[in-house]
Structures are given as C-alpha cells and as structure tokens.
C-alpha cells in the first residue's frame, strides 16, 4: 500500500482557485492510478477526479469538467488538482486514493489506499 497526505485545503471564495497536493510514499507511486474523491457533510463520498500511469488517462465528474485541472508529477510523488471557479457546491473533505491498476475507477472502495483528506469550504 502506499501512502497518501493531502494538503492545500482552506477556506476559499468562489470565483477564485485552489490547488491541492497529494503526496505518496514509495518508488512504485508512478504505478498508481490516483483519485480525487470529496465527501459533504450528510453526503456519500463522491469521485471527482482521476489520473492513471504516465498521466496518459484522466477523468473527470461532470459537475468539475471544465473547472478542474488533474496532474501528476512522479518525479515528486505528486498528484494535484487544481480548483478554478470553485463553487459553494464544492465544499467538502477532500481525499486522495490509489490503486496499482492502469484504470481509473469512480467507485470509492476500489481504492486501497486512501489520505486522511483536506477540508475546502467554498465561500459565496
């Protein structure tokens, strides 16, 4: 398994951006499809964002399409996403996931590996 942190949440105004980082642990991180999942409070956790190997795949939630922005960066461990345009909708924790698979999934429990999340609150 490997692990994930988070970081780069905050309470942010809509209209502006935000990018938040997902850090791995290990050598074989470039393996890893990784996904941007967000859950709001009294909601199921929901997919947003996925990238797979050599960033040759991404995927993306309708409702974000257009706004947000996933990338990787594997000589850093890196997976962000970029929030342009952020809504109030947006708001929610934020989390990471893995999976040593070359799909991307929108289905949480196909993710064995998770972060802890970061909060973003979308002010209007």
């Known amino acids: 398994q490997v692990q994930l942190i988070e970081s780069g949440g905050g309470l942010v105004q809509a209209g502006d951006s935000l990018r938040l980082s997902c850090v791995g642990s290990g050598q074989l991180f470039a393996l890893y499809t990784v996904a941007w999942f967000r859950q709001a409070p009294g909601k199921e956790r929901e997919f947003v964002a996925g990238i797979t190997r050599l960033s040759a795949h991404t995927d993306y939630e309708a409702s974000v399409k257009g706004r947000f922005l996933i990338s990787r960066d594997d000589s850093e461990n890196t997976v962000a996403l970029l929030m342009n345009s952020p809504e109030p909708s947006d708001t929610g924790v934020y989390y990471c996931?893995?999976?040593?698979?070359?799909?991307?999934?929108?289905?949480?429990?196909?993710?064995?590996?998770w972060g802890r999340g970061t909060q973003v609150t979308v002010s209007s």
């Open positions: 996931a893995a999976r040593l698979t070359n799909v991307v999934e929108r289905t949480p429990s196909m993710y064995g590996s």
